[in-house]
Protein backbone atom coordinates (compact mmCIF):
# COMPACT_ATOMS: atom_id res chain seq x y z
CA UNK A 1 0.00 0.00 0.00
CA UNK A 2 2.93 2.22 0.49
CA UNK A 3 4.20 2.03 -2.83
CA UNK A 4 0.66 2.79 -4.25
CA UNK A 5 0.51 5.61 -2.23
CA UNK A 6 4.12 6.94 -3.03
CA UNK A 7 3.11 7.06 -6.75
CA UNK A 8 0.43 8.80 -6.33
CA UNK A 9 2.03 11.38 -4.55
CA UNK A 10 5.05 11.59 -7.31
CA UNK A 11 2.19 12.15 -9.77
CA UNK A 12 3.01 8.75 -11.70
CA UNK A 13 -0.14 6.31 -12.85
CA UNK A 14 -1.49 5.43 -9.46
CA UNK A 15 -4.64 3.10 -10.82
CA UNK A 16 -4.54 0.03 -9.18
CA UNK A 17 -6.67 -3.48 -9.07
CA UNK A 18 -8.10 -3.64 -5.63
CA UNK A 19 -9.73 -7.09 -4.81
CA UNK A 20 -12.03 -7.22 -1.20
CA UNK A 21 -13.41 -10.74 0.36
CA UNK A 22 -15.76 -10.36 2.59
CA UNK A 23 -14.89 -13.07 5.49
CA UNK A 24 -17.39 -15.26 7.98
CA UNK A 25 -16.69 -15.63 11.59
CA UNK A 26 -14.78 -19.01 10.60
CA UNK A 27 -12.46 -17.02 8.15
CA UNK A 28 -14.14 -18.52 5.16
CA UNK A 29 -14.58 -16.70 1.82
CA UNK A 30 -17.72 -15.21 1.04
CA UNK A 31 -18.42 -12.38 -1.81
CA UNK A 32 -15.78 -10.56 -3.34
CA UNK A 33 -15.55 -7.52 -4.90
CA UNK A 34 -13.06 -6.23 -7.33
CA UNK A 35 -12.38 -3.14 -8.33
CA UNK A 36 -10.48 -2.21 -11.52
CA UNK A 37 -8.42 0.82 -12.22
CA UNK A 38 -8.80 2.55 -8.74
CA UNK A 39 -6.70 5.38 -7.04
CA UNK A 40 -6.86 6.13 -3.27
CA UNK A 41 -8.46 9.27 -2.32
CA UNK A 42 -8.11 8.94 1.77
CA UNK A 43 -6.55 6.80 4.05
CA UNK A 44 -6.59 7.54 7.50
CA UNK A 45 -3.89 5.92 10.26
CA UNK A 46 -5.29 4.33 13.19
CA UNK A 47 -5.21 6.15 16.78
CA UNK A 48 -2.75 4.70 18.82
CA UNK A 49 -3.87 3.70 22.70
CA UNK A 50 -1.39 3.56 25.74
CA UNK A 51 -4.30 1.51 27.40
CA UNK A 52 -5.64 -0.65 24.91
CA UNK A 53 -4.50 -3.73 23.14
CA UNK A 54 -6.75 -4.00 21.02
CA UNK A 55 -6.57 -4.23 16.99
CA UNK A 56 -5.87 -1.19 15.55
CA UNK A 57 -7.66 -0.47 12.30
CA UNK A 58 -6.80 1.48 9.02
CA UNK A 59 -9.18 3.26 6.41
CA UNK A 60 -8.71 3.89 3.15
CA UNK A 61 -10.85 5.48 0.51
CA UNK A 62 -10.83 4.72 -3.20
CA UNK A 63 -12.33 5.50 -6.66
CA UNK A 64 -13.22 2.68 -9.03
CA UNK A 65 -13.32 2.82 -12.64
CA UNK A 66 -14.81 -0.42 -13.06
CA UNK A 67 -16.39 -3.20 -10.76
CA UNK A 68 -16.75 -6.53 -10.77
CA UNK A 69 -18.57 -8.63 -8.12
CA UNK A 70 -17.55 -12.41 -7.86
Known amino acids: MCDWFSATVKGEDSRRTLTITELDSKGDALK ?39
Request: a negative charge; glycine letters at 6%.
Open 32 to 70: QYIYHECFPTRYVFPAFSATGTGNLYEEMSCKPIRLDLA
